[in-house]
């Protein structure tokens, strides 16, 4: 019996080595492996870096994260790939003893109430004593128990939509400044729709907010009032011991183990396509031209970088998709972490930190007190801390130089929570253009983004511009990307 020819292995190209790249790039291997695929894997990134916004930098004892700090434990997809990469016994949980969050608000620090589920109070007292709202704010609050459902099509803002329900006091003093610290964006340009859908249902499905919440509340409050040993070991925010930069080692590990490729230092310049032939599954090949290096050929193309640079690679495909990926707008940030000399910052110093709502005026966004967040971030010896700012509407500050930034955050620090001490040790990162912002009309431009592709549908965008910002959300944008070119090269196209 004549032996069966070899399928010959399939070729992806990753373009992108942040998260959603590296986990597309992972979830490939392992997709086509479980499906008797033959597959090779080429990652491409501009940088000299892998991870994306994911950056820890060790300092001496210090473990500083550039980037995000940790990720949402309640969206599976970041503890399954940890998991995966054999790294659950990495990971750690929140300190339990300083689970305080205050919000900076008329002169001095209030803390978030107990019983604070998001934005709605499930336990009144401490909310009516924080002084986060005053009584004729509390009252117009309570005006969603009788304010008729929005009944209109189409998306809303989260300014005009929590405004509209609980009133503008609440909405500019307790939601705007916990919606901020997620998107650093402006509440009346950003889309409830793509952003907290389960508001809008509860609207819909309740009448108003607070019966909505009510009427979840044993479940809600069960599983914010229980410890991390009732939550299969996990706080609401985890991290890995070293910083979130073993998660993009272990990655990269388990992908040069599986034989891919991994470029950086190379910007793809434009992507060509020419048709192959009308036999199914393939029928097209991607040419990728790179800045400095050869020209390298695919039968499929995740596309994980920046809207605004997907935008310039699709424009020769479609002209549509470029100008829809170019209108996904961005926001630049900073960080800048100092480190004290422990037990010189004052009373003020306490839980997990604090954020400030836009009303306020102040240039700093957020602050973390990292030390007391998280263990081993730090020596006994010394406390750190890490501060945020720019955003939309205050990006203004980001054209100082970093030592003007650092001065500025420490004057923030002393007139807000009466930090006077002289930082042992002080690092800016900049983000340009680091946040996207899901504005309103964010999804139907994703639904015509994807209309205006079906042509390629070897062609697969992936990110954190299109469906989740947050650490978990990328890893299944990139096991979904990887999940579709799979099904392309196995001629069974959803």
């Not at 990753?14 to 986990?23: E, H, K, M």
């Not at 940890?82 to 659950?88: A, E, I, R, Y």
């Not at 990728?288 to 605004?308: K, Y």
Request: aromatic content about 6%; charged content about 20%.
């Amino acid at each position: 019996m004549a032996a069966q020819p070899t399928q010959p292995a399939r070729h992806v190209a990753i373009v992108g080595g942040g998260i959603a790249g590296l986990a597309a790039a992972c979830s490939l291997y392992e997709q086509a492996a479980s499906a008797g695929l033959p597959l090779t894997c080429t990652l491409i990134e501009a940088g000299r870096d892998w991870g994306g916004k994911i950056l820890t930098h060790h300092v001496g004892d210090l473990t500083i994260e550039a980037g995000p700090d940790s990720f949402l434990s309640q969206k599976p997809w970041g503890l399954e790939l940890c998991n995966k990469l054999g790294l659950s016994g990495r990971l750690i949980n929140t300190n339990e003893h300083q689970k305080k969050t205050f919000i900076y608000s008329r002169g001095r620090l209030r803390e978030l109430p107990e019983g604070l589920v998001v934005i709605v109070p499930t336990k009144l007292g401490p909310f009516l004593s924080s002084g986060l709202v005053s009584w004729p704010g509390i009252m117009r609050m309570g005006m969603d128990l009788v304010l008729p459902a929005r009944r209109a099509g189409g998306d809303e803002s989260l300014a005009s939509f929590f405004s509209r329900r609980l009133g503008r006091e609440a909405f500019e003093r307790v939601v705007e400044p916990l919606m901020a610290g997620i998107y650093a964006g402006d509440a009346t340009q950003i889309s409830l729709r793509a952003t907290f859908p389960r508001f809008l249902d509860l609207e819909q499905k309740h009448g108003s907010l607070i019966r909505g919440m009510l009427a979840s509340r044993s479940a809600v409050q069960a599983a914010s009032a229980r410890p991390a040993s009732a939550l299969g070991g996990r706080t609401m925010f985890v991290t890995l011991r070293d910083g979130l930069a073993e998660l993009v080692q272990a990655l990269l590990t388990r992908l040069a183990t599986a034989g891919a490729k991994l470029m950086t230092q190379q910007s793809v310049a434009a992507i060509r396509v020419r048709q192959t032939g009308t036999t199914h599954p393939i029928g097209w090949t991607y040419d990728l031209t790179l800045e400095n290096g050869p020209v390298i050929s695919a039968d499929a193309v995740v596309l994980a970088t920046p809207a605004f640079v997907s935008a310039d690679l699709v424009r020769p495909l479609s002209p549509i998709a470029s100008e829809l990926l170019g209108a996904i707008p961005y926001a630049s940030t900073a960080t800048v972490s100092l480190a004290y000399a422990a037990g010189t910052l004052g009373a003020e110093v306490d839980g997990f930190g604090f954020v400030v709502p836009r009303v306020e005026r102040r240039d700093l966004l957020a602050a973390t007190w990292t030390s007391l967040k998280w263990p081993h971030r730090a020596p006994a010896s010394q406390t750190l801390v890490r501060c945020y700012l720019g955003g939309i509407g205050r990006e203004a500050v980001l054209q100082e130089d970093d030592r003007a930034l650092v001065r500025r955050v420490r004057d923030e620090l002393k007139y807000i929570a009466g930090v006077t001490g002289e930082p042992a040790y002080a690092e800016v990162n900049r983000w340009e253009r680091g946040m996207p912002q899901y504005t309103l009309g964010h999804l139907d431009r994703l639904e015509a983004i994807q209309r205006s592709l079906d042509r390629y549908p070897s062609l697969v965008l992936a990110g954190a511009a299109y469906r989740g910002i947050g650490i978990p959300d990328c890893i299944k944008d990139g096991s979904d990307a990887a999940a579709s070119v799979i099904r392309f090269l196995m001629g069974t196209r959803a």
